[in-house]
């Protein structure tokens, strides 16, 4: 049997301000279609209801905070109110649409950023935060904001700015933070920044996923740090690498991503260990697809290849086109991955890469049962040699494609 204190509130977003109604006993059995103790089920939706209720004085609206949002006003102060208030509570800092024009904007631990993702590859629609400072040294600071979550904003930068910008910051520029950051970034759309999309200097914990880092100065994403899942995202045409890790990087899932016309590396890792990088798309960067230097117990697997090595005029001559750079490594495996050669997209430049692989001081490494069925132009691999104990390349297939 349903009673009287069954009766909820539930509360519905209206742009700036919170619009509330109660749900008589009659019209909640009416719309659950059910009656009797067929009713019970209704009652965990019931309850929901309440919950929300008693967590929306934790949603914080940008628009109750001074900012406007119209691409006119700077709105840094607005917003910067509400990420101070939710960062009392941990609580959300609300987007509705708009252009907000902002830098520098410091975030709190245990917040979340939050707007409905509207925005697509081309194109502007949504929450879009615009970068209106040359001087600033980011749009988003979340340096020390532990558990902070970023979902469904459009970041856009100044690609032409002097000083290096970056989208999203996170600076721990002496030593790690004394507790994970376990920071997500979701459903994001990071674009035309001076300097990197996101830069994650000693990062501990980190998810990045659905999103989109394109057409930045430096790297889509460069982190220091290690313990993350990057999936299910695109880097594109940035003027650096799409993603880079350098110095320390280990345990980290870079999985189901599509990483394209970057003008260095497709994927650049430096000095770290215990990668998996699986079932991912490497295309038409202007270096290597992946480019593994100093690595440790990593498994590249079931990864695509196609067009890499486009521009090597920007390479140093030891580098060459090549799909895939290996050196210096040691327990690495390379593994049941494709390479295709090709030109750009309407059969336009060169046809490239002139090498499948470019190995060198490889040790406990295995390269086998690849494939690269018309994957490169001259040679499958530029061997530089040097090679330690228990280096095995075998059961690799394919032939050149003709230019």
């Not at 009713?39 to 109750?64: C, H, K, T, W, Y």
């Not at 929450?127 to 001087?135: G, K, N, R, T």
């Not at 830069?199 to 998810?207: C, D, E, G, N, T």
């Not at 190995?359 to 049962?369: E, T, Y």
Request: aromatic letters at 8%.
């Amino acid at each position: 049997m349903v009673t009287a204190a069954m009766v909820a509130c539930l509360v519905i977003p209206g742009g700036s301000k919170m619009a509330s109604m109660q749900i008589k006993k009659r019209d909640f059995l009416l719309g659950t279609g059910f009656v009797g103790m067929a009713g019970l089920a209704g009652i965990p939706s019931v309850i929901a209801a309440e919950q929300n209720v008693n967590r929306s004085s934790s949603v914080f609206n940008v628009f109750d905070f001074g900012a406007e949002g119209d691409g006119k006003t700077p709105d840094s102060e607005g917003i910067q109110k509400a990420l101070d208030a939710a960062g009392q509570v941990g609580g959300t800092v609300y987007f509705p649409a708009g252009r907000y024009l902002c830098h520098d904007l410091k975030v709190h631990p245990h917040t979340t950023l939050l707007a409905e993702p509207q925005w697509g590859y081309r194109g502007d629609a949504g929450a879009m935060l615009l970068l209106d400072s040359e001087e600033a040294d980011c749009l988003l600071n979340i340096t020390g904001a532990f558990g902070v979550h970023l979902r469904g904003l459009f970041l856009q930068g100044r690609r032409d700015a002097k000083k290096a910008i970056h989208g999203v910051f996170l600076n721990n520029a002496e030593k790690y933070s004394p507790q994970e950051d376990a920071i997500v970034i979701d459903d994001c759309k990071i674009e035309r920044f001076s300097g990197h999309g996101v830069h994650l200097l000693r990062i501990w914990l980190f998810i990045i996923r659905h999103s989109i880092m394109q057409g930045n100065k430096g790297c889509g994403v460069q982190i220091t740090g290690w313990d993350g899942f990057v999936t299910d995202n695109q880097f594109s045409g940035n003027g650096s690498h799409g993603f880079a890790c350098d110095s320390v990087g280990a345990t980290v899932m870079f999985t189901a991503n599509r990483v394209e016309w970057n003008h260095g590396y497709g994927l650049y890792l430096m000095a770290g260990d215990a990668w998996n990088v699986t079932g991912n798309c490497f295309d038409r960067n202007w270096g290597a697809g992946v480019c593994a230097l100093k690595m440790r117990t990593t498994t590249i697997t079931g990864n695509v290849f196609r067009r890499c090595g486009k521009d090597s005029r920007l390479l140093p001559e030891a580098e060459r086109s090549c799909q895939v750079r290996l050196e210096e490594c040691s327990g690495l495996t390379f593994v049941s991955n494709v390479c295709a050669a090709g030109r750009d997209d309407g059969g336009r430049g060169d046809c490239t890469p002139h090498f499948g692989f470019l190995v060198r001081k490889l040790s406990h490494c295995v390269i086998a049962s690849n494939s690269l069925f018309k994957g490169y132009l001259k040679e499958m691999t530029a061997d530089l040699g040097e090679h330690g104990p228990e280096y095995v390349f075998a059961n690799n297939v394919g032939c050149p494609m003709s230019s």
